[in-house]
């Protein structure tokens, strides 16, 4: 059958023949200069094979797409079983269509049968059917073991797969776009045959677009396609004898030598000498049965393949698992390791120049040795040498007179001399290459000197408040001193969330927050997808909008410390401050818990 021409009788059928797709004066552009297709035309009858033929970039690919409803004509009109594809109660693209592109885009870690039941249940198909269908289409395609994994298949082994996958659920309409490139010859043959027959036995209709010219004799229409211009479409045999040639390559060189003598042919009026109008053609179809069915908002066929198609690929990717839920785990543990951490051993130089030491002595006294590490110079100058060579945090100098300063300041406060308040002050160089522990140094300071203060006014019969910082310090929200990793753990939590989109507690209210965050990656990851079809292109974006929104929300920093920029992303920071609230409060929902809601 693969060698020769097929004979339509083109005598005139006593019905008129149902058109299955048709294409009436459609023009189309990528861009606004190029013109891909031209005043296109044509009508492909239902239960027919249509070869579409012609040279690369000539826009058979474009207007397969214009069919498939992918792109929108900008003048003119295409009918699919008389609906407008991708209108609603078409079933194109859908059910009602097999669609096999040029490239090969399939999940790669897929077997071949897991491959083809996904896309069986994707159409709607009972496991029996698919099991059926996978019986003939590996056996017709000469397809390997059904176990095997994509990766494992050749290029041409994968093309039969991607083949196998447009035709699983019986479409009415194949449209493939040179299915045999890179396939032998022998499976090539068994291909049109089988074509031949779905398309006599079932009446499904085909349009295959092919480089292997003389391959497309098997197909009951031809259509040669130059620069978006339909040159002529009939069957081939119709074509032979009209251009008396042999081949069809021969026809299509006399075309495309008519083309080029004159850039506009007539169109063969053997399909179009009277179509009147696409109305007509359109109420024709009306009466068409059609197969596929109107499914609701949520369609849990399709939802229940795409579950078990991102079961099947978390558990070939276990690194993928790995990273996906480890590392937040990893993330919050480094982030408990790190930040739960009190700073320890602070190394501070100290230089006590008091001959014998007296109120110095009592000042080092109350210097906490778990946060601050004392090392003992006996010079000042290498004790700053020290800081400057970055051994220490900060080198502090007690004068040879430190006790005579302090006891004038407090026993004569109103008559001080200049040199008793220069002898009682602790010179200090601090490496302020290190702000934070430098901050926090500074606070454990100040503590140590209230400290040595209080005990020193006792000694002297004073009472110790009168020398205590003038604050009366109250925490609004509870008693409690939150540290740096109180505040950041909230904001870790919901960024994790949100870019990771993962539940990591069970408290309610905080599952209830993490959801809203994590509903609000998701929003936005749906609309990345819609928006962004380059899956890197889709992580770039990621990152490029997450990153800045974590930083500038206030999630892992105080808004205080950022510029104005931050309140453009005030939506986290209020979620952030929620969960803070009821971090801190044990749970319970209060205004201040609850202002993310
Ligand atoms: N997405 C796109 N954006 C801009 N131009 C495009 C796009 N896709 C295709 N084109 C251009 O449209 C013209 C027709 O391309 P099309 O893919 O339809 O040709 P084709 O006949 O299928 O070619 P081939 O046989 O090589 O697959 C070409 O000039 C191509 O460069």
């Not at 021409?5 to 459609?26: C, F, G, M, Q, S």
């Not at 007179?401 to 002898?423: T, Y």
């Not at 205590?468 to 990793?485: C, E, G, I, R, V």
Request: glycine content about 6%; proline content about 4%.
């Amino acid at each position: 059958m693969c060698d020769n021409y097929i004979d339509v009788d083109l005598r005139e059928p006593e019905t008129k023949p149902r058109i299955a797709v048709h294409v009436r004066n459609v023009n189309f552009s990528y861009t606004k200069n190029a013109v891909v297709l031209e005043r296109m035309n044509l009508k492909i009858e239902e239960g027919k094979i249509f070869g579409l033929l012609g040279s690369n970039g000539s826009g058979k690919t474009t207007l397969l797409r214009l069919i498939l409803g992918r792109l929108k004509p900008h003048s003119g009109y295409v009918s699919v079983f008389g609906r407008k594809p991708g209108t609603v109660g078409s079933d194109v693209p859908g059910p009602g269509v097999g669609y096999m592109p040029q490239d090969v885009a399939l999940y790669y870690e897929f077997t071949i049968e897991e491959t083809l039941t996904y896309y069986g249940l994707l159409n709607h198909m009972t496991p029996e059917d698919i099991n059926i269908r996978i019986n003939l289409l590996t056996d017709l395609l000469s397809i390997p073991d059904r176990k095997r994994v994509l990766t494992k298949l050749s290029g041409g082994q994968q093309r039969l797969i991607s083949m196998a996958v447009t035709m699983i659920h019986s479409p009415r309409l194949l449209i493939l776009d040179e299915p045999t490139v890179g396939v032998d010859s022998l499976i090539r043959c068994r291909i049109w045959t089988y074509l031949e027959n779905i398309s006599k036995n079932d009446g499904v209709t085909i349009i295959v677009t092919t480089h292997y010219i003389e391959e497309a004799k098997s197909a009951a229409y031809v259509g040669f396609v130059s620069n978006g211009y339909l040159l002529s479409q009939s069957t081939p045999q119709q074509l032979l004898n009209q251009y008396r040639v042999k081949t069809l390559e021969e026809v299509y060189y006399k075309l495309a030598i008519i083309r080029r003598r004159s850039r506009r042919m007539s169109l063969n009026p053997l399909l179009f000498n009277d179509a009147k109008d696409a109305q007509e053609v359109e109420t024709e179809n009306q009466k068409f049965d059609y197969r596929g069915r109107n499914h609701g908002f949520i369609n849990m066929g399709r939802m229940s393949a795409l579950l078990w198609r991102n079961y099947i690929k978390l558990t070939r990717n276990p690194l993928m698992v790995i990273c996906f839920y480890a590392l937040s785990a990893l993330i919050v543990t480094l982030m408990s390791l790190v930040f739960t951490q009190n700073f320890e051993n602070i190394p501070i130089a100290i230089y006590n120049g008091e001959r014998p030491p007296e109120l110095s002595e009592l000042f080092l006294k109350h210097i906490d040795d778990r946060k601050i590490h004392v090392t003992l110079y006996d010079s000042y100058e290498r004790a700053v040498q020290s800081v400057i060579d970055g051994q220490n945090l900060m080198s502090l100098d007690f004068s040879a007179n430190f006790s005579a300063g302090v006891e004038e300041r407090f026993q004569s406060p109103q008559d001080v001399s200049e040199q008793a308040i220069l002898d009682s002050q602790v010179k200090i160089t601090v490496d302020m290459s290190r702000p934070i522990v430098a901050g926090v140094t500074d606070l454990a300071l100040l503590s140590t000197l209230n400290a040595f203060i209080k005990e020193y006014s006792v000694s002297l019969d004073y009472n110790p408040l009168s020398f205590s910082m003038p604050f009366d310090l109250n925490a609004s929200y509870y008693s409690f001193k939150p540290s740096f990793k109180d505040f950041v753990a909230p904001g870790m939590l919901l960024a994790i969330q949100y870019g990771l989109n993962m539940v990591l507690t069970g408290a309610l209210d905080v599952l209830l927050m993490l959801i809203v965050q994590g509903m609000h990656g998701m929003v936005f990851g749906m609309i990345l997808s819609l928006a962004v079809s380059n899956d890197y292109n889709v992580i770039m974006v990621m990152a490029l909008t997450t990153l800045p929104l974590w930083m500038v929300s206030g999630l892992l920093w105080p808004l205080e410390s950022l510029s104005d920029l931050a309140h453009i992303a005030i939506g986290l920071q209020v979620l952030d401050q929620s969960l803070f609230g009821i971090a801190i409060t044990g749970g319970r929902v209060e205004h201040n818990t609850t202002m993310g809601y």
